[in-house]
């Protein structure tokens, strides 16, 4: 018997850790330099929110040139905002056409 409650609660464990949140959301926003060198990344200022969300993988889409310009962005929030200097950090998996 305790061997199958164990045996339960141990499979449990498992699913509920497999179980992923990590599912893309669109965000439309301007992107953005902030901070200054050599702290600077690339954020997306969210139209709807007015929230920045920090891009961690901008090089894999060559935001950097496309600064000042309106995106639509599908991506995966990797970490939540921690304070106001601390935007949350997201990684773009798509850029979708307008």
């Known amino acids: 018997m305790k061997r199958n409650l164990l045996f339960v609660l141990a499979m449990t464990g498992l699913f509920g850790c497999a179980q992923s949140d990590e599912s893309d959301f669109l965000l439309k926003g301007r992107i953005a330099m902030k901070g200054s060198a050599p702290h600077s990344y ?6 709807q929110t007015h929230k920045n969300y920090k891009i961690d993988n901008a090089g894999s889409f060559d935001l950097a040139k496309k600064q000042n310009q ?6 995966i929030l990797v970490k939540e905002a921690v304070g106001p200097g601390f935007p949350a950090v997201i990684h773009v998996t798509e850029i979708e056409d307008q």
Not at 70 to 75: F, G, H, S, T
């Open 70 to 75: 309106v995106l639509a962005l599908k991506a």
């Open 42 to 47: 690339l954020v997306i200022e969210d139209r």
